[in-house]
């Protein structure tokens, strides 16, 4: 697969001067070049960089093509996620199909450094294509527009079945699409939706921050997920300075997102979290900007303490007046002045996603929410995504993480269950893998995390496999809407304040 992403293919063929109508091949090589003698064909092939070819004793063409690209990966398609590696049809057709009494298909497939293509590594694409196949049968008045570039076969007469292996490597035309979204604007942009890489990885919590983030971005990842609320964002920021420096990534490779807290709703304030959040990471904007909860609180100066969390300097947890929507305003500025590309919401449910909607002359981004198998909110991420927000979901696996704060038990833990491992048995992948695919399929983006190296790696191995309809089903079905990450709940035990916002 790495020679193949980084070389692509060529394809060797031999093409008679004369149509062969005995050959699915046999196109002479005046009608598959569209020429009419054989000085206009050598001045088209001279002009293709890379192409080689000659003239055979027999008067037939040999034709090296320059190198193509093999395999593609598929992120998004009509604003669904796909995010899987294909193989470009050519490769297939050359191996399976390329064979006449002047080819063999057996030699018609190389790496695009002309490398020799061993039989075996063909043999095993072309298994993992028939797998891997979808078919679907023609019915009468059906129509399908094929490019011959992409999707190779016979361009003979035939009689009775026929067969188009295609591979998916390009999109289908669709009409622009124009709809209303939570609260009755036409939107016809949904950019915000086109994500290239998927995953996410989450700064909560980690033991050494700075060594996670540079590893993690030595592992690949460019999305990363930080908040004022989690107190590392000194070290977050050292961590991807460190990776910068030392060449493994630019600064705009990267999409980094921050959060305000709860105790900088007022317009005033809102500016002055960023900029603190600003210095931590030691950047002069950040990619996006949270409302991290859509809870306001007594404001906590700065040099008093930070974070603030979720007690004032007395250490009780106090509610204040605020109009979420003149918050929102304020984010709006910092994205005017650049200080923020884009801004979101965290933690918001359908009704305040409406509310923002109601006055926002700068949308929303994304809506970052927990979700999992045991949680998956459905209608919210469909609510977002049909008003253009995309959604990323922390906590993909579940419990994991709430375990040594006593807000989950090893009962909430997924990586034992029988749904899951049989799922992932099934694919020989772990049931993390199973889980972060599951929430890529269900078009949201997993923020996860991992201090081994190992995990790191295994959690971005996501693209090789595609669950089908039946396991998501399946997924789907342990949900129990469980929330572990619940201010209705913490904040009374932990901070004698009931504060729900999901009910």
Known sequence: MDKLKTYGARYKRVLPEEDDKASPIGRSFYNAYGVNDKIELEKKLNA???????????GSLEVITEPIPAVRFIDQQHNHGIYQWTFHNSVIAAFLGWKDCRNDRKKAVRFGNNDPMDEEILESIAKFMEEKKISYKWKKGDIFAINNRLVMHSRNSFTGARRVYASMFGDAMMKNEVKRDGVGELIDDFSALEVTDPITFGCWRLDDPEQAVYNAIKAGYRRFDSACDYGNEIQTGKGIRRAIDEGICTRKDLYVTTKLWNTYHHPNHVPLALERCLADLGFDYVDEFLIHFPISMEFVPFEKKYPPEWTNLDGEMVFVKNDINETWKAMEKLADAGKTHFIGISNFNCQHLRQVLSIA?????????????????????????????RVSAFSPLGGTSYISIDMATENDLFFQNSVIMDIAKKYNKSAAQVMLRWSIQRNTLPINKS????????????????????????IAGLNKNHRYNDPGVFCEYGMGTFCPIYE
Do not use: V
């Open 451 to 474: 201090s081994r190296a190992e995990r790191l790696n295994e959690n971005r191995a996501l693209f090789d496999f595609y669950l089908t309809k039946e396991d998501m089903e399946f």
């Open 48 to 58: 293709i960089p890379g192409l080689e070819y000659q003239w055979l004793p027999e």
């Open 361 to 389: 002359r700068i949308r929303p981004t994304s809506l970052q929410i927990e979700c999992h198998p045991h949680l998956s909110q459905e209608k919210l991420i469909r609510f977002a995504r049909e008003s253009g927000i």
